[in-house]
């Protein structure tokens, strides 16, 4: 499976890349966390007319967006049932109204990059063209009240370098965290049509754990003091690092690879220069979890009433 043959088509459309012969010799790819697969279910017929992945952590969210959009884009019933289309399994969560796909990724580079493995591959088999994907999260802002809304720009890692690394047979693969710039823009120009909360374009870093490695006081162990914390979310800070979540890295990396269109938007919950816990009330918190839902409903809305009128 040729990765560049793969890579256009057609001059008005972009294909789904995957980098990995061996699936050519496949007689049935098992999407295992799925609970789907090239035999058993018709994935171009399920997904063929996918545009839009939407990604985040928790599954309630993800179900919650899916009956979000569908309101916002009239498509149905906004009271009705949306069915969880991996109810085989209970690792992932996926659902889907018209174009837009909805799937949970769970908490960590280890969990989202299963799942992406397994999506990039069903959007590959479904025969998706020009999808665009989005990780909508939460996240620790630096300096920032909480509320704000951050597009990144770049994914970083603890040290501030803007790679993923990875141990491929014992030898340590470093790949590009490169998000789509153009992408980014666009959704701040629609939270500036909004015009309901604070939107920032700027660095995420992404860590390997909640507590120690992300400078936190209140975990089960700590070897450094609150100066030490301080020290380096300043030095976090001056490299252009907005916020703090766990799963950018490997996503920004795994799209690129793949040829999809890809943004992070999360909203921070508290800033992680004046304190480590989570102080809002739970109104507050669900209102700040609601603001990527917003704002990327805006996008979509915005493009595909823009793709209604050139055709």
């Not at 294909?15 to 790819?29: A, F, G, I, T």
């Not at 992945?53 to 916002?72: D, L, N, Q």
Request: net charge negative; hydrophobic share 40%.
């Amino acid at each position: 499976m040729d990765p560049l043959k793969n890579k256009q088509n057609s001059s008005f459309s972009t294909p789904v890349c995957v980098h990995n012969p061996h699936l050519d010799s496949l007689k049935d790819d098992i999407l295992y966390h799925f609970s789907l697969g090239t035999e058993t279910h018709d994935l171009p017929a399920m997904f063929g007319d996918v545009k839009f992945v939407c990604v985040g952590g928790s599954p309630w969210r993800m179900k919650a967006f899916i009956e979000y959009i569908a309101a916002e884009l009239e498509m149905e019933d906004p009271k009705s049932e949306y069915p969880n289309i991996c109810a085989g399994t209970d690792r992932y969560a996926m659902y889907k109204v018209g174009p837009v796909l909805s799937v949970s990724h769970g908490m960590g580079i280890p969990s989202i990059a299963i799942m992406l493995h397994e999506l990039i591959k069903l959007l590959y088999h479904a025969q998706c063209k020009d999808v665009t994907i989005i990780r909508i999260g939460t996240s620790g802002g630096i300096g920032l009240e909480p509320g704000t809304v951050v597009v990144t720009k770049q994914s970083v890692d603890a040290t501030f370098q803007p790679k993923f690394e990875q141990v491929i047979l014992g030898k340590t693969v470093v790949r590009n965290t490169d998000l789509d710039q153009n992408l980014a823009e666009e959704l701040l120009q629609c939270s500036k049509e909004l015009d309901q909360f604070e939107t920032v374009i700027g660095n995420t870093m992404c860590t390997l754990d909640f507590y120690e490695g992300q400078a936190r006081l209140d975990g089960a162990f700590c070897s450094y003091s609150e100066k030490d914390k301080q020290d380096y979310l300043i030095k976090a800070r001056e490299a252009g690092v907005c916020n703090i979540e766990m799963e950018s890295s490997v996503f920004s990396a795994m799209c690129k690879l793949s040829g999809l269109r890809a943004a992070v938007v999360c909203v921070t919950l508290l800033d992680r220069l004046k304190g480590d816990q989570l102080m809002s009330s739970h109104e507050v918190l669900n209102s700040f979890q609601k603001r990527p839902q917003i704002l990327v409903g805006c996008f979509i809305k915005k493009q595909l009433m823009a793709k209604a009128v050139t055709s």
